[in-house]
Structure formats: C-alpha cells, structure tokens
T-cell receptor
Framework: DVKVTQSSRYLVKRTGEKVFLECVQD?????MFWYRQDPGLGLRLIYF???????EKGDIPEGYSVSREKKERFSLILESASTNQTSMYLC???????????????FGPGTRLTVL | DQQVKQNSPSLSVQEGRISILNCDYT??????FLWYKKYPAEGPTFLIS?????DKNEDGRFTVFLNKSAKHLSLHIVPSQPGDSAVYFC???????????FGKGTRLHILP
C-alpha cells in the first residue's frame, strides 16, 4: 500500500526560526514534491525533485529550500520563518512519467504550520 | 498567470442529483488532465484522469469530459452522495511531464 508520511501534522513556530518539514515515502518513487495550500489559492508547487540530490524550483520557491539526500526522503526548509508562510504544506511523490488512470502523485496528510 | 482555472469556489448539490464541476485551461499543450479530491486535514487523493486523445473517461459514478477546442473539462458525479462533499482540484500536465499544475479548487457540498 502506497504511503507518504510527513513528520508533523501540526507545527507552531516563531518568526525567524528555522523550520524543517520532513517527508518520507515508501514506494521507491523517483519524484517528490512540496506544495502549499492556501484558501482561494489552491495547491502551489514550491520545489520538486526528480532524483537524489536533484532539485528544481516550482512556482513559489522564495523563502524555502529543500534537501534530498536519500531517495525516500524530501525535506522542506524554511530558513527564517515568516508569518506569510503560515499554511498547509503537502508533500507528494510519484514514479517517473504519468500514465492514464495510474501512476499519479500520492500525497501525504499535510502539515499545518503556524508562524507567530 | 493561472493556467488551470476553476472559476467556481463552491457548489451545493442535492444528494442523489448530478454534480458538475468545471475547469478551464489556457495552455493547449497540456495533454493529460486529472481530478483530485481533498477532505479537510487530509492530503489530496487521485480521483480520475483523461488523456488529450480522449474526450470522455468514466469510472463508476465519476465521468470526466474533455473539450479540447474549448480548453474545458468537467467532472460529473452521478448520483451525488454525502461522502462526495470535499474540495475538488482540477490539474493538468504537459506531455506526460512529472509536474502537475493545479487549479484553485472547488468546494462541493452535498445537501441532504
């Protein structure tokens, strides 16, 4: 059974803190993604990775960085948290290439981050 | 500029009736379209998809229609059930690229 786990469901941090959000998948997927979901804005891609040690910027990478040292783990880092980074963060993974009806992105349960 | 648009933030439908969720896109190079469903406090889950070579794909109560000339797709749910109340995201990708572009979502309320 497909599984993507995220280290925390809820997190509260202070402005200026460094924040690590961890994501682990057990499906041996090459691709991993970090999104944030905000009301009225949908899912916006922050960063993604096609392979270990590879990363590419998504649509809103500013204020974030990522790390992919192992295939199963993709970390999102907020170097200096700000209040506008309060959001729901969703991690996803997928095998390479999309096939109709299968092999889509599998999402974790999300981390709701509040920055005070 | 938004490439995948869901212009209705919310939709209310009576239980048992048909729910129709709409989605428009701007990039004619998109060749693969997906719908995801999301409950509160959970990650999105894949619902149904369609390739640009088709105009319809059906899976149980869910049917996706694609009109390439209008750059429009829709998701039909028949009959609507209480468990269908969720946020539905339309998404698209380019040439089977691994990156998916999501719309803003439509919140569906199924009324008893």
């Amino acid at each position: 059974d497909v599984k993507v786990t995220q280290s925390s469901r809820y997190l509260v941090k202070r402005t200026g803190e460094k924040v690590f959000l961890e994501c682990v998948q057990d499906m041996d997927h090459e691709n991993m993604f970090w999104y944030r979901q905000d009301p009225g804005l949908g899912l916006r891609l922050i960063y993604f990775s096609y392979d270990v040690k590879m990363k590419e910027k998504g649509d809103i990478p500013e204020g974030y960085s990522v790390s992919r040292e192992k295939k199963e783990r993709f970390s999102l880092i907020l170097e200096s948290a700000s209040t506008n980074q309060t959001s729901m963060y969703l991690c996803a993974s997928s095998p390479p290439g999309l096939a109709v009806g299968t092999d889509t992105q599998y999402f974790g349960p999300g981390t709701r981050l509040t920055v005070l | 500029d938004q490439q995948v648009k869901q212009n209705s933030p919310s939709l209310s439908v009576q239980e048992g009736r048909i729910s129709i969720l709409n989605c428009d896109y701007t990039n004619s190079m998109f060749d693969y379209f997906l719908w995801y469903k999301k409950y509160p406090a959970e990650g999105p889950t894949f619902l149904i998809s369609i390739s640009s070579i088709k105009d319809k794909n059906e899976d149980g109560r869910f049917t996706v229609f694609l009109n390439k000339s209008a750059k429009h797709l829709s998701l039909h749910i028949v009959p609507s059930q209480p468990g269908d109340s969720a946020v539905y995201f339309c998404a698209a990708s380019l040439n089977r690229d691994d990156k998916i572009i999501f719309g803003k979502g439509t919140r569906l309320h199924i009324l008893p």
